[in-house]
């Protein structure tokens, strides 16, 4: 699939490349990140920004603003000049799950530009070490034995992980406490040392821990096991709960009306990015799988994935809480 996808990566690129002439950055960028630094969405843009900035000739700096699940890096984005210096890395915590699960100041289809898709993300369930689970049968065992007394840790409201755990909590027929933090940064110290006693998060922030000894990999929470763990089995095989899957990816946005020739650019820049062997390298070892797109093709998963889980949000109650 890796392969497919930088094929059409690189083709797109080529095809794009007559835009690179139609506008050239005269100052900074700044790239906003709803997340503190450490996370799965601070080391993406990272990784990805070095290489855009060679081939936009200009330098980039990546800004955090973490706070709402991504909500105040989204609110800077929308209140920003629509003039390529401003575009943000959006999640689908940020661009799907927060606009359906509250009341914002802003809409994602109207207030933003899609620019491009970047990457999917590989989660993992994971548990402190010293817990006693060793399957996530076993987790849900102890869980309906305690009742709203087990908490979950996520990086934010809205997050794959906090969906995810709202998801399980339907389908197991548990319930479990949610946690947000304000990145998977501060959350994996917090799981690492026991304070909370499971999450769904990114491979980037969990596999240094796992690999350590000091988490444990119960389950992943896709339709299909991860290469990087091909040994630990899916939710819905595992859990005995077909159907349940939560993906995560991260995507490019700009401000609303941002100039056709601007979102080539860049798009065009975050392609290239993309197909770069040191950036698909670096990316992978953090479970990250580069999966760049037009901005029409963005604009339409948006759209899919808000339809895919307005009744999954509705039938699990998950909220801004």
Known sequence: MLTRRLIGATTFGLLARPALAQWQPTRPIRILVGF???GGTDITTRTISGRMQAILGQSIVVENRPGGGGNLASEALVNSPSDGTVIMMGTIASLVMNPLMQRLSFDVLTDMTTIGRSVDVTNFFVVPVDRPWRNILEFIAAAKAQPETLAYGSSGVGSAGHVGGALLDTMAGIKTIHVPYRGGGQLITDI???????????????????????????????????????DVPTIAEAGNLPGYEVANWYGMMGPRNLPRPIVDRVNAALVESLRDADV???????????APSTPEEFTAMIRSEMAKWRPVIEATGANAN
């Open 36 to 38: 503190a630094p450490g």
């Open 192 to 230: 690492v040392s026991g304070k909370v006693d499971y999450s769904i998060a990114t491979a980037a922030t969990v596999l240094p821990h796992i690999e350590a000894g000091r988490l444990r990999a119960l389950a992943v929470p896709t339709a299909r096991r991860s290469p990087l763990l091909p």
């Open 280 to 290: 698909v390298s670096n990316l992978s070892k953090h479970g990250l799988e580069p």
